[in-house]
T-cell receptor, first 116, second 114 residues
């Protein structure tokens, strides 16, 4: 149980393109999903907390207009990197937490984004 | 805000030996401490977690200890195997079960030599 699916797993696109990444909880409902960014050989840095039906809470230094988050249902959150540039290239990972109390976060497989 | 320090950054052991990774945290309100294992290019996988009302938890070869007074917690892996080689991250959260955001340590690259 507690499977989180993330799609796509790999994206290569030109500078200026907008890229949408999906995060789905497959076998549980998640009121809260989290979006992280991870640079090579570094730790996971939280970008934003996504709550179903409300606006996301962004961490300090993360541009809301650059990284658009939508959490329209209890099983789906999306992250859109708008007008992506080479410095946005990174590994993006989502996690989801179940509805019931004391549920740990489960991570998706991540999306490797490369902007040319 | 919370700050999590993790040591060492790299750890190399011989197969069969034990490995210990230590983390300290700054926020006394943190009450949930998970450990994740991440293999290269893959997702972090929860391997064990501990809540602040418990001092120690064990799952086969893996154990975690928590000292709330000193604000530190440790991961212990016994009888290490080559497949234990990975990057291990500790994390801390105010919410039970990670309901609130997790703050991660910088990670420890564990290499188990056959």
């Amino acid at each position: 149980g507690a499977v989180v699916s993330q799609h796509p797993s790999w994206v290569i696109c030109k500078s200026g393109t907008s890229v949408k990444i999906e995060c789905r909880s497959l076998d549980f409902q998640a009121t809260t999903m989290f979006w992280y960014r991870q640079f090579p050989k570094q730790s996971l840095m939280l970008m934003a907390t996504s709550n179903e039906g409300s606006k996301a809470t962004y961490e300090q230094g993360v541009e809301k207009d650059k990284f658009l988050i939508n959490h329209a249902s209890l099983t789906l959150s999306t992250l859109t990197v708008t007008s992506a540039h080479p410095e946005d290239s990174s590994f993006y990972i989502c996690s989801a937490r179940g509805l019931r109390g004391n549920q740990p976060q489960h991570f998706g497989d991540g999306t490797r984004l490369s902007i040319l | 805000g919370e700050n999590v320090e993790q040591h060492p950054s790299t750890l190399s052991v011989q197969e069969g030996d034990s490995a210990v990774i230590k983390c300290t945290y700054s926020d006394s309100a943190s009450n949930y401490f998970p450990w994740y294992k991440q293999e290269l290019g893959k997702r972090p996988q929860l391997i064990i977690d501990i809540r602040s009302n418990v001092g120690e938890k064990k799952d086969q070869r893996i154990a975690v200890t928590l000292n709330k007074t000193a604000k530190h917690f440790s991961l212990h892996i016994t009888e290490t195997q080559p497949e234990d080689s990975a990057v291990y991250f500790c994390a801390a959260s105010r919410g039970q079960g990670g309901s609130e955001k997790l703050v991660f340590g910088k990670g420890t690259k564990l290499t188990v030599n056959p």
